[in-house]
């Protein structure tokens, strides 16, 4: 009896499928949005305008002093421990061997 309903239910199955056609077609695309305008961008000159005298008093000292830092950390820390550095690495001689010295020049017999 089992086989009986499995085979039916294939037939129906099948006789649905068949019977129920081709796919219908896919919708058309949307049409593609409009172009946006955008406004052009306006130009801005890329150089600051320069500072006032009274502005560049003010602005003198920290300017200064902001290079006596920059240097002098650069020069009393950081360029002595490069130089341990690369000695250590290296040794005294840079890590390049001496060349042995030239060959004295031939005698030449005198008259």
Do not use: C, K, N
């Not at 199955?13 to 052009?40: C, D, E, I, N």
């Not at 200064?64 to 009393?76: D, H, P, Q, S």
């Amino acid at each position: 009896m089992t086989t009986f309903r499995r085979s039916l239910a294939i037939v129906l199955v099948t006789a649905s499928v068949g019977l129920a056609g081709p796919y219908p077609p896919y919708p058309p695309y949307p049409p593609p949005p409009p172009p946006r305008y955008y406004q052009p961008v306006p130009v801005v000159d890329p150089t600051p305008p320069p500072l006032s005298p009274v502005m560049r008093a003010i602005y003198a000292p920290f300017y200064v002093a902001g290079l006596v830092i920059r240097y002098g950390v650069y020069y009393t820390i950081v360029a002595p421990i490069e130089v341990l550095s690369r000695t250590v690495a290296y040794g005294v001689d840079g890590g390049v061997e001496r060349r042995p010295p030239p060959p004295p020049p031939p005698a030449e017999d005198q008259p």
